[in-house]
């Protein structure tokens, strides 16, 4: 077949549709492969503009292999796809489908079958985990990992909610131990147990039988040895974010869930803010239309924190040394997935990801002390990350990454339908009907749309503390939800999920921006799950 006729009927079952160029234009073949000017191929042949034709499902690890083979022909400079691949199957190249105008250009694929996205072989003593109840507790018995700054806001939260039990405390600090069991039996509780004996020494608080749930607040890369290592001896997982550093990482989360049947859930407290949980409440009752595009970031400016100290105390610099990438992007990504029902009626299907170039760190590094050790320092993240997510219903997620511009805060939290638009920082919204411009004064939303657990628990949240009460609203319904034998407000596959942008950025960002394959963590299920709803107390 002449190679424009294959590329045409490679487009052709992919249901790729070109509005109103030639796939020259869209897909940014040169001509030199092409070897042709636009409009025709030196075989004469002439690939139409329009295509029609149904999109034929496809699994990740077919498109991970069609991918594959599409780069290698790409690159090759052959004209015709048989010089390459003798045989073909319709099948392989169906990941090729997208949008009209789309950025994916052939001729900057690059090889993705290094980690296929397709899902790992499963048990059968595995099950999933949608709308998983464990029997209901009068008392939630916890142990806490890590009791640094972020671990000791947990345990300020917990220590505040109805029906917790502090049995267990660990960190590598003997100092930071002490001081929780001070503050644990000033509340009045006896004394937990303290365990500071090494790395290795929250498996002993692991394998303790007076423990329903583990609380994790340590440094990324031991997120997922300590959740695995909690639900395998039979405990809950609450775990901050990113709940995993890989991809490998975010299916040993699922898989143990799934084998032992126990939680797993990030706590990603942005998703209980009260704009967020306002917006949620207006997107569940038709305020915004049919959803089409979302916004998300952290945009932190946090040079002179990340600079402190050594690379090995101050973790977070650790990291922007040796990755490049969306290294944190739960924050700002979690409300919007929950927004658009993310893992519930929809997925995640492919991501790109570009940094900018490296100078804020650099900067800062280069006005210390001649013989400061930070002064052989390099940094590998860019200034600012932004990755786009594509959804399998065509819906776009734009999501930015942060820590070392001067800007304000903000985690940007947009959405948009067909019917209205938030954004936020400052927060604003437009809908249909409305003069031009924004409306600013939310009010009249809060009171119709505002969400019951701000409205019953927003006093008790404040007071409790925890940027602005999120945090305690995020401890306060995971120890209800517990207490009730309720599913959780967020499952293992939203941590999988959204903790997957970071490996998938950085793989995208390593290869010139090329898209690359979101796994489907729920093998399948997020097609008949419900997005979640408005929770009351």
């Known amino acids: 077949m002449p190679f424009c006729k294959q590329l045409g009927h490679l487009f052709h079952i992919a249901g790729i549709r070109p509005t109103i160029t030639t796939y020259y234009e869209s897909y940014h073949l040169s001509l030199q492969q092409l070897g042709a000017a636009r409009g025709s191929c030196s075989d004469g042949s002439v690939v139409p503009v329009l295509l029609s034709g149904p999109r034929e499902r496809v699994s990740d690890r077919r498109r991970g ?118 503050r644990v ?27 329903d749930l583990v609380y994790i607040a340590t440094p990324w890369d031991w997120h997922v040895p300590m959740a695995v290592r909690a639900m395998k001896n039979g405990k809950h997982a609450a775990t901050e974010v990113p709940a995993a550093m890989t ?22 407290n942005c998703c209980y803010g009260e704009t967020e949980l306002l917006v949620l409440s207006m997107e569940r009752q038709g305020v915004f239309g049919e959803l089409v595009h979302g916004e998300a970031g952290y945009l932190h400016e946090a040079r002179d924190f990340t600079m402190e100290g050594s690379a090995d105390t101050n973790w977070r610099r650790r990291f922007v040394t040796q990755l490049n990438g969306n290294l944190y992007p739960t924050h700002g990504l979690g409300p919007v997935a929950q927004y658009m029902g993310i893992n519930g009626g929809d997925k995640f299907d492919y991501l790109v990801s570009m940094s900018s170039l490296e100078l804020g760190l650099s900067r800062r590094r280069d006005t210390l002390p001649p013989d ?18 594509k959804s399998a219903l065509g819906r776009t997620i734009m999501i930015q990454f942060s820590l070392a511009m001067p800007r304000p805060y903000s985690r940007i939290n947009a959405i948009s339908g067909t019917r209205g638009t938030f954004c936020d920082y400052p927060p604003r919204v437009h809908v249909d009907g409305q003069a031009e411009g924004w409306e600013t004064d939310l009010q009249p939303y809060r009171e119709k749309y505002g969400h019951p657990l701000w409205k019953q628990l927003g006093e008790r949240a404040e007071k409790s503390g925890g940027h602005g ?34 490996p998938l950025s950085i793989e995208s960002v390593s290869k010139g921006s090329a898209p690359v394959v979101v796994p489907d963590f729920t093998r399948g299920e997020w097609r008949d799950q419900k997005p979640i709803g408005i929770v009351t107390v």
């Open 247 to 268: 991809i490998k990482e975010c299916w040993e989360l699922v898989d143990t869930a799934e084998m032992t049947q126990r939680h797993c859930m990030m706590l990603e």
């Open 469 to 502: 009460g999120m945090d305690y609203l995020m401890n306060w319904r995971l120890i209800y939800c517990l207490r009730h034998g309720l599913p959780l407000d967020m499952t293992v596959y939203d941590a999988a999920a959204w903790s997957s942008v970071v």
């Open 372 to 389: 400061d050790p930070r002064r052989r320092e390099k940094y590998a993240c860019g200034d600012i990350n932004t990755s786009l997510l």
């Open 185 to 211: 039996v000033a509340k009045g509780h006896p004394k937990p147990v303290g365990y500071s004996h090494g790395d290795t020494d929250f498996e002993n608080l692991c394998r303790r039988d007076d423990i």
């Open 65 to 182: 292999r069609a991918l594959t083979r599409a780069s290698r022909w790409a690159r090759s400079g052959k004209t015709n796809m048989s010089q390459t691949h003798p045989t073909h199957s319709r099948r392989e190249f169906l990941t090729l489908a997208t949008a009209g105008g789309s950025a994916l250009g052939l001729a900057n694929l690059v090889d993705l079958a290094a980690e296929p996205g397709g899902p790992p072989e499963g048990t059968s003593q595995q099950k999933r985990v949608f709308g998983l109840r464990a029997p209901p507790m009068e008392k939630v018995r916890i142990g806490i990992i890590g009791v640094g700054g972020r671990g000791s806001g947990l345990l300020g939260n917990l220590l505040d909610i109805e029906g917790v039990e502090l049995k267990a405390i660990c960190d590598l600090a003997p100092d930071r131990v002490s001081r929780a069991q001070d």
